[in-house]
């Protein structure tokens, strides 16, 4: 990194104390381009012909990121690496180069490159049963795996059978289950029992749970905590100083850690949360320290590097894996999501990337392995969902990157922004005529029911309901508008009304999970 300053900071353990950072790093040829990202974010279309034109920092304002942290690569290369903001929600101590964020999924393709390093070392084979190797725990049997088995490939590239489910993790101050307990949804874990649901191999669905089961592999085989795995097999190897998998977070690196934030911009009470599934959603890590292992891919890619994996593997990383995803397919300018191991692509060749959503924090990376591109943004804020693609695209523009896919602003976000700008009313009132005119992203609840909840989580209730509401009546047949109508009704005092949207969601989904919970904890039967 010739012409680069340089970060004095030693290997990243839970003995090292906080060290003083630096907020910018750059190239003296890049402050121009900076410059440009900054101010040149696209204008944004509003109803009725209007555009939203906004700096970065008023971006930030607007949405309430206390703080970001950017890194770009070219040419194999860090280009600049920038901080912004601060660590926490009304607090003064900025942001910086060294501030570690939750990398949430992001985790995944790190895992994928770990376990596709020990693959090629015959610790196991991508292809086998992964119950030949487990052995504290099991994959139950199931009529589905009676032909094709759950196996590291398929684990890696969300085919394995398993279901979606998110993780919520555990709250500062929370008890938090060891990985058998999480992997049997045994108490205090959050999460579901993981069973195979569909037949391996046939059906493309991201699961979390398919990450934790990886996981276990890895520890029965190495004989090694997950943690200590990740740091020989990648963080030390790539020289990724600033990034540890350990969960909880150890007390000694508190200090460097941002703050998490909510939607409404307050803080999570205890600063973040646990994540014992780690190879989901364990990472703590910068942007540049992800860059740096972005371009490690991208050499093994290109056989210039071997220090993880051979060019072969990396090959198989970047490509895609098993069947195409289920579901109805995205309208333009979105594409079908395809995935690698650990990696989602796009129909570019060169392109992989992966997004980060936990508690608190938002991130994203995008890469090309051809040229050795791309750009990682953190934030410490749940609103970070609204910008990053939105900056990821100025950084595209001022670099000149071909073909670049990017998640472009969909009704959700354009709804939100709405909201913040205009009110509650007129962004129903958009979404209304959009669907009425057959808009084809207008045709689902997803984005009504979102900003539905980020509004109850905000403590607008009022203005919950009535998405809610809206939702309920443009899409009658879905029961998830109707959880959560019921669940704004609650906060409303209105627990009648509560209990008869609820038992109507039933009838459209007898099994709804949420809704059972919601029934019994209001005394009710279904």
Not at 34 to 55: D, N
Not at 375 to 392: E, H
Request: overall charge neutral; aromatic content about 8%.
């Amino acid at each position: 990194m010739a012409g680069l300053g340089c970060l004095a900071v030693s290997w990243l353990t839970a003995a090292d104390a906080p060290r003083p950072a630096t907020k910018w790093l750059h190239r003296p040829d890049e402050s121009a381009r900076v410059a440009r990202v900054e101010a040149g974010l696209e204008a944004v279309p509003l109803p009725g012909g209007e555009h939203l034109r906004l700096t970065l920092a008023e971006w930030m304002a607007l949405y309430k990121l206390p703080g970001l942290s950017i890194a770009v690569f070219d040419g194999h290369s860090l280009r600049w690496a920038k901080s912004f903001g601060v660590k926490q929600a009304g607090g003064t101590e900025p942001v910086t180069l060294d501030t570690l964020f939750q990398a949430g999924s992001i985790s995944k393709p790190m895992t994928a490159l770990a376990v596709a390093h020990h693959a090629q070392r015959g610790r196991w084979s991508l292809d086998e049963d992964v119950n030949g190797k487990l052995v504290s725990w099991k994959v139950p049997d199931s009529p589905f795996t009676r032909e094709r088995k759950v196996t590291l490939r398929r684990l890696l590239s969300h085919s394995a059978g398993l279901p979606m489910h998110g993780f919520d993790g555990y709250a500062s101050g929370a008890p938090v289950p060891t990985l058998l307990e999480s992997l049997e949804g045994k108490a205090p874990a959050n999460s579901p029992p993981v069973r195979v649901v569909a037949e391996p191999g046939t059906v493309a669905r991201y699961s979390n749970l398919g990450l934790s089961v990886v996981q276990q592999v890895m520890e029965d085989v190495l004989e090694k905590p997950f943690a200590r795995i990740m740091r020989e097999t990648v963080l030390q190897p790539l020289d990724m100083k600033h990034s540890t998998f350990e969960q909880p977070l150890p007390q000694a690196l508190a200090p460097l850690a941002a703050v998490g934030t909510r939607a409404d911009g307050s803080s999570l009470p205890g600063g973040w949360h646990t994540y014992p599934d780690q190879a989901a959603a364990g990472l703590w890590t910068t942007p540049s320290d992800l860059a740096r292992f972005a371009m490690e891919v991208s050499k093994a890619r290109a056989g210039t590097s071997r220090r993880v994996v051979s060019r072969a593997m990396a090959k198989e990383l970047l490509s895609r894996q098993g069947p195409e995803p289920t579901g109805p397919k995205p309208p333009p300018p979105w594409q079908p999501e395809r995935f690698g191991l650990g990696f989602r692509l796009q129909e570019d060749p060169n392109y992989f990337a992966h997004g980060g959503w936990v508690e608190g924090y938002r991130s994203q990376l995008v890469a090309y392995s051809n040229t050795g591109s791309g750009v990682v943004l953190m934030t410490n804020s749940d609103n970070g969902r609204f910008l990053l693609s939105m900056l990821a695209d100025a950084v595209a523009r001022e670099y000149g990157w071909k073909g670049h896919v990017f998640i472009p602003r969909g009704p959700y976000a354009t709804a939100d922004l709405i909201v913040r700008l205009k009110g509650v009313d007129t962004a129903l009132a958009w979404f209304k005529e959009q669907h009425a005119a057959g808009v084809l992203e207008h045709q689902s609840s997803e984005s009504l029911n979102g900003l539905g909840h980020d509004l109850l989580r905000s403590d607008k209730v009022a203005d919950a309901v009535k998405v809610f509401e809206a939702s309920v009546a443009l899409f009658p047949q879905d029961a998830e508008a109707h959880v959560g109508l019921a669940e704004g009704y609650v906060q409303a005092g209105r627990a009648d009304a509560a209990i008869a949207c609820l038992k109507k969601s039933l009838v459209l989904e007898p099994k709804h999970e949420e809704a059972l919970k919601l029934l019994k904890t209001l005394g009710a039967r279904p």
